[in-house]
């Protein structure tokens, strides 16, 4: 299941790249749009309008190419969100008792060494998931 996080978050930084690189494009251009995929997803399009009066097509159709990526980031990212809550509603209390099982190994293991395997972002993953245990599940 930390393969599953680490892949979300990986897609998290490169949707993240991917709206603030558009962003700064479009600032370039005269467009400044706010903070946030929300903002992103709403003024884009209009924006990507305006500009196609004063921009030449292949500059405006790379722009559009790229606010794409950004919503095929997301549903990757969403698809990955499903899948974990899919396996959780699956694997029910047992998931909860072998990941909080996981968390508390994994924090031994990085404490007895010097070099870790598992980052802190790694491990508060893994605590993240036992925490949403069914209620009268206690994870180790």
Known sequence: MLALHRMRAQLVKFRTAQVNGLRGLLAKYGEVMPQGRAGIRRDVPAALGWLAERLPAVVIDTLREQYARIGELDEQVQQIEQRLQH?????GSFACHRIGNQSASSGRRSASRTSTTHTSQQVS??????????PGCQSA
């Open 87 to 91: 396996w959780h509603r699956q694997q």
């Open 125 to 134: 993953a893994v605590a993240q998931m036992a925490s949403r245990c069914e």
